[in-house]
Nanobody, 115 residues
Framework: QVQLVESGGGLVQAGGSLRLSCAAS????????MGWYRQAPGKQRESVAL???????NYADSVKGRFTISRDNAKNTVYLQMNSLKPEDTAVYYC?????????WGQGTQVTVSS
């Protein structure tokens, strides 16, 4: 059974930085796509950043130029470097991995940005 475990969330002041990590276990196969989603209170979960096996990336307009997604295929790990954080970035951030038709989620990590 595939498991995704996130780390790196926390409390930071506006303008600060955080780095999220997500490690996949329970499989020797690299997912086609890994990424990060977030959900703020009262809002729907939204895509933040995605990266495929060949390194192609996709970012939400709201984070372009501030967030960078990367992955280590050998370790089945994906990272999200978040710079110039804003209070509106406050949310629970979820790691996601896509292995063929199977979609897996991490348990989520809280990111809180104070103004």
């Amino acid at each position: 059974q595939v498991q995704l475990v996130e780390s790196g969330g926390g409390l930071v002041q506006a303008g600060g930085s955080l780095r999220l990590s997500c490690a996949a276990s329970g499989t020797i196969f690299s997912p086609y796509r890994m990424g990060w989603y977030r959900q703020a209170p009262g809002k729907q979960r939204e895509s933040v950043a995605l990266i495929t096996t060949d390194g192609s990336t996709n970012y939400a307009d709201s984070v372009k130029g501030r967030f960078t997604i990367s992955r280590d295929n050998a370790k089945n790990t994906v990272y999200l470097q978040m710079n110039s954080l804003k209070p509106e970035d406050t949310a629970v951030y979820y790691c996601n991995g896509l292995w063929g038709p199977s979609n897996y989620w991490g348990q989520g990590t809280q990111v809180t940005v104070s103004s």
